[in-house]
């Protein structure tokens, strides 16, 4: 039978709630903008970035139901794992009001999704290195798609940042800091909830698909990337 795992919990631990039917695996449509030129042939198709759409999930209802347990568990947002791609996250948020009263008369109802277009590996594991005499690490985007990774720096004085071998970013430690999150989904770099943006310079890291050899100079001691891993 089909479940779903939304915001860590598992449907199968709603009592009463069943899936009957999961969305089909879809791509994310890419957003565009036509332009029209006088005197030239054809237009010009601008791509704008790919959009957020809804992943419609079919609902029931078994004897032994609690409706309480049920509207609560289907409301928020956060990070949706369904059964047929138990291996990747979807970053979602429940905007639409489920139909309680059509799920209470009929036992059946939909649950509607808004869903951000990438998805991401889930459980993806941690690349970390103290650094001693190393001067790369090389971390796996297992992905189709450009990723854009956490890293944590640990250390002193300015660090130089480099992606297969170009330079993307230099960060000044604080004379009180030793750590840094730099976090190229959210585009910030912070330590303990406060921001550190102005003493980076340069820009967000992306990893291509593939093997990356991340390195650097300065006085680093430790490094630790999540790649974010993701698809279409």
């Avoid at 449907?11 to 006088?38: C, H, M, W």
């Avoid at 639409?96 to 590996?121: C, G, I, M, S, W």
């Avoid at 944590?152 to 940042?161: A, D, E, T, V």
Wanted: proline share 4%; hydrophobic share 35%.
């Amino acid at each position: 039978m089909s479940n779903l795992i939304w915001k860590n919990i598992d449907s199968k631990n709603i009592p009463g709630l069943i899936i009957t039917e999961l969305p089909p695996i879809t791509k994310a449509k890419i957003r565009t903008n036509i332009v029209e030129i006088d005197g030239r042939d054809g237009d010009i198709v601008e791509e704008l970035g790919y959009e957020s759409y809804i992943k419609s999930v079919s609902v029931g209802l078994t004897n032994d139901y609690n409706i309480d347990q049920i509207v609560k568990y289907f409301t928020g947002s956060g990070d949706l794992i369904l059964s047929n791609e138990p291996d990747k996250i979807y970053k979602c948020k429940i905007v639409n009001q489920v139909d309680y009263e059509r799920l209470l008369k009929f036992k059946t109802a939909t649950v509607k999704f808004h869903t951000q277009p990438f998805k991401y590996l889930y459980n993806e594991a941690l690349y970390e290195l103290l650094v001693n005499e190393e001067i790369e690490l090389e971390v796996l985007n297992r992905g189709l798609e450009k990723s854009k990774p956490l890293i944590k720096l640990y250390g002193s004085g300015i660090i130089n940042l480099y992606i297969n071998g170009n330079q993307v970013l230099s960060y000044t430690f604080p004379t009180d800091d030793s750590e840094v999150t730099i976090d190229s989904v959210e585009e910030n770099a912070y330590k303990d909830g406060v921001y550190k943006n102005n003493n980076m310079i340069g820009s967000f890291p992306i990893l291509e698909p593939g093997v990356n050899a991340i390195s650097w100079s300065g006085s680093l001691t430790m490094i630790v990337v999540e790649p974010k891993s993701r698809w279409i």
